[in-house]
């Protein structure tokens, strides 16, 4: 079964305890639909407080890969390991509990059209947390003001909002229940260069002074260059390389030289 996701945000969730070294670990899966097979023996270990950049060619299956992960799409083989547990062995309850540590910004935002930018923030407490109205408003008060938007924008509705804000706005509402992980497809496309600067150094902020791990896809070199600890690279249905930024300007996969050594990368030193 698959979720949509808004159904996504909706799941239910409950906190949990142990941990390992890796936030996020994934072994040998396989994804395809019907004949096409999209992603295959696919190995990937996220560190703890890294922020990891993922990029790869348009289609290569990027945004497939996180929404495995996520449970949004089913796998055909292999194994998801997040906070230590696995994830096709845990029970709903262990699922959720899971769940309930990360945090998603979908490529659009995925935010709820009829909510406005506070009710939208609410939605994971007000269905996972048993808190009073007062104590809520103060919360998302709290998260505006982490992802930098003013209390103006409590009230507006996501159409009422720049391409900028919604971003914001989306990011609050993922980190509306203080996850150690959060996941974000594409967090600066769409931004004009000073929008996407703020927002990468919004994202290394978090990370660094909430001790956040984040997942990031992204086609921005400049948030490759700026934030990201470490870099992975997905090509031929599986991660291709993974290192420092030093390790992929060396790195002479033909695609990965010529994304990090190619003319437009190169325009940007
Ligand atoms: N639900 C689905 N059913 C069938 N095919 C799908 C489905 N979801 C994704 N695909 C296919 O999987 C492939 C990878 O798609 P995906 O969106 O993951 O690419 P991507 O690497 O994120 O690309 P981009 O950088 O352009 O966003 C594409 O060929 C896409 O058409």
Known sequence: MSLTEAEYIRTEVEPTGDDTDYVLSVRGITVGFGNKIILQDLDLDVHRGEVLGFVGGSGTGKSVL????????????????????????????????IERRWG?????????????????????????????????????????????????????????????????????????LDP????????????????????????????????????????DLDSLHSICDRIAVLGKKRVLAIGTLDDMMKNDDSWIKSYFRGERALRRV
Do not use: C, W
Not at 135 to 148: H, Q, R, S, W
């Open 66 to 97: 996180m929404r495995t992960i996520l449970g949004l799409n089913q796998k055909r083989a292999g194994e998801i390991s997040v906070f230590g547990h696995d994830l096709s062995t845990a029970n709903d309850i262990e699922r959720k509990s």
């Open 180 to 219: 150690d992980l959060v996941f974000l497809d594409e967090p600066t496309s769409g931004l004009d260069p000073i929008s996407a600067a703020a927002f990468d150094s919004l994202i290394a902020n978090l990370s660094s002074t909430l001790g956040l791990t984040v997942y990031m896809v992204t086609h």
């Open 104 to 176: 998603v910004l979908f490529q659009q935002g995925a935010l709820f059209s009829s909510l406005t930018v506070k009710q939208n923030i609410q939605v994971p407490m007000r269905e996972h947390l048993k808190l009073s109205p007062q104590l809520m408003d103060e919360l998302a008060t709290l998260k505006l003001e982490l992802v930098g938007l003013s209390q103006d924008a409590a009230d507006k509705l996501p159409s009422e909002l720049s391409g900028g804000m919604i971003k914001r706005a989306s990011l609050a509402r993922a980190l509306a």
